[in-house]
């Protein structure tokens, strides 16, 4: 139910929190440009280029002052994992055949006050063809804002962006989504999926 109180965190969690903060900040990474956030959102975590991007992000929220969740497998959160899982922000989801995760993650988000869900778009650090469109749907379904935010490993740099409100139209909401990281990161070869995929879903939604 909303507004049901959350149980303190485990001393173990505490503990590898820290250490994590603690590599966000010997890094030396920068935020450089940070938009308000609202407390229910669809945080999208891009280019995925390293393992360390979970550090940045989680070490860039904490300093905004966003407690970040994310997808987690239900067979991850089995004793005696449950309880450091579900500490660390993490949402179980069945990805079987017969459950719908979107559908999951919608009545998460009906169930919570706040939920900032960090999404990778792109699912993998490898080559990719197209972003996943996972992320919209949850977002759509939940009634919820999409928050673009990204990372430069080169540049040790990071930040958050405007908050963009699903309208339904996938083609359009994803060009607008592809123009605010264009205006951020216009060269970076692993974002150059995302402003095709923009272009050629804006052609199809136009013919």
Same mark, same amino acid.
């Given at each position: 139910?909303? #507004?049901?109180?959350?149980?303190?965190?485990?001393?173990?969690?505490?503990?590898?929190k820290a250490?994590?903060?603690?590599?966000?900040?010997?890094?030396?990474?920068?935020?450089?440009?940070? +938009?308000?956030?609202? !407390?229910k959102?669809?945080?999208?975590?891009?280019? +995925?280029?390293?393992?360390?991007?979970?550090?940045?992000?989680?070490?860039?929220?904490?300093?905004? #002052?966003? !407690?970040?969740?994310?997808? #987690? !497998?239900?067979?991850?959160?089995?004793?005696?994992m449950?309880?450091?899982?579900?500490?660390?922000?993490?949402?179980?989801?069945?990805?079987?055949?017969?459950?719908?995760?979107?559908?999951?993650?919608?009545?998460?988000?009906?169930?919570?006050?706040?939920?900032?869900?960090?999404?990778?778009p792109?699912?993998?650090?490898?080559?990719?063809?197209a972003?996943?469109? #996972?992320?919209?749907?949850?977002?759509?379904?939940?009634?919820?804002?999409?928050?673009?935010?990204?990372?430069?490993?080169?540049?040790?740099?990071?930040?958050?962006?405007?908050?963009?409100?699903?309208?339904?139209?996938f083609?359009?909401?994803?060009?607008?989504?592809?123009?605010?990281?264009?205006?951020?990161?216009?060269? +970076?070869?692993?974002?150059?999926?995302?402003?095709?995929?923009?272009?050629?879903?804006?052609? !199809?939604?136009?013919?």
């Amino acid at each position: 139910m909303p #507004g049901q109180p959350t149980p303190a965190p485990s001393l173990l969690s505490r503990l590898f929190k820290a250490l994590l903060l603690g590599l966000y900040r010997w890094k030396g990474w920068t935020l450089v440009d940070v +938009h308000p956030v609202p !407390k229910k959102c669809v945080i999208l975590g891009a280019p +995925h280029t390293t393992n360390w991007d979970f550090v940045f992000f989680l070490g860039a929220t904490n300093e905004c #002052g966003i !407690k970040p969740s994310f997808m #987690g !497998k239900l067979s991850l959160f089995k004793w005696p994992m449950t309880r450091f899982m579900l500490d660390m922000g993490g949402v179980p989801v069945d990805r079987s055949r017969r459950a719908n995760y979107v559908e999951q993650v919608v009545a998460e988000f009906t169930r919570r006050d706040e939920l900032a869900l960090v999404i990778a778009p792109e699912g993998t650090r490898g080559t990719i063809t197209a972003w996943r469109s #996972g992320f919209y749907h949850i977002a759509h379904g939940a009634g919820v804002a999409i928050v673009p935010a990204w990372v430069d490993n080169a540049a040790m740099t990071g930040g958050i962006g405007p908050a963009i409100f699903p309208s339904g139209d996938f083609a359009a909401d994803l060009r607008r989504i592809a123009d605010f990281y264009r205006s951020v990161m216009p060269d +970076h070869p692993k974002l150059a999926v995302l402003y095709a995929q923009a272009a050629i879903e804006g052609e !199809k939604a136009a013919a």
